[in-house]
């Protein structure tokens, strides 16, 4: 799943405001895509190698290590639980033993 165009611009824009990135390193950075791929592609585009691959490894471990509990959370919630009874009532009943 890709990023929208308004929220990638978005983020160009500002990241060219507040650091001094090039709007090609910053662009790379940002794109989705495997890590070994953004880093080729910055080397031959004449980007900052470094900017680029850390960031796609920021992402990597946001991945990895923030969402998974995030998503625990939130699918342990009380509203969750309640929306799915909504949407779902046979999963309730099974879960009841009926």
Known sequence: MSNPPSMTAGTLGEMGRQLPVMLLTAFIALAPGGMDQMG???????ADLAVVTSYQ?????FILLVVP?????WFAARWFR?????VMPSASIQKKGL
């Open 69 to 73: 509990p995030v998503l625990k959370k």
């Open 57 to 61: 490894m920021f992402r990597i471990f």
């Open 40 to 46: 080729i592609l910055a080397r031959e585009a004449h």
């Open 82 to 86: 309640s929306i799915e009874r909504w």
